[in-house]
């Protein structure tokens, strides 16, 4: 009897030996396992982590081009917004400018008005150089290039040399024309009878965008 149970014994404790051998094959396969998958969870946390720091990058780039397209875009406006307040300025100004001249005209001596505003200094009514003569300044305004006295506006009558004629061609001022009241047109100098006068006031300045001009057209007639 004693033999035997010594053989359960022996053979209980075997069996028990074997399961925990088992126990530690299955932990340690356990942790390999989990181990890989560590490994590969890693594995993909680092390829993601690389395609959003990918990702980042293409969005800063695209969105860099976008913020610089926006602030060009803007930058047109407000330039092109700044020439359009200037170009009214301008406009402004030289309309003012001949509204002015045109008053000063019709304010003067109506009889006196050629000889003080044409281009020759000969007839000047004070004597020779004290008329103020065809130009004159617009403040605010910049001559072209080419102008030679250097001042933007100028007045003119409908003149061949420094005659006062009728027979001048300008479909604008209705010439030619009879300016004397004699019911004649013809080539003579009218300069010292005329009743009725033509006028062009002209302006020509350099603007932000270029040469630009007005020309105001007025038929002058004796009010008094």
Known sequence: MTDRRHIVSK?????RLDDADRLRSSRGLVGATMKMNRNATDVRRGRAAR??????????????????????????????YGKLV???QESAIAQ????????????????QVFATYNQSTADDPGGVGTAPGKDFVVRGLRPVNNDA????????FPMVGTQLRENVNDTALGMPRDLSGDAVTDAA????????????????????TGNRTLT???????RS
Do not use: C, K
């Open 216 to 222: 105001v057209r007025h038929l002058l007639s004796n």
């Open 149 to 156: 006295d250097g001042r933007v506006g100028e007045i003119l």
């Open 96 to 111: 003012q400018s001949a509204r002015r001249m045109l008053e000063q005209i019709q304010d003067a001596n109506f009889a």
């Open 51 to 80: 395609a959003r720091r990918g990702f980042s990058l293409l969005e800063v780039a695209v969105g860099t081009s976008l913020l610089t397209m926006g602030i060009s875009s803007l930058l047109s406006v407000i330039v092109g």
């Open 11 to 15: 053979s209980h404790w075997s069996f």
């Open 86 to 88: 200037r170009v009214n």
């Open 189 to 208: 100098d009218h300069a010292s009878n005329y009743v009725l006068l033509p006028v062009t006031i002209r302006l020509r300045w350099r603007g932000v």
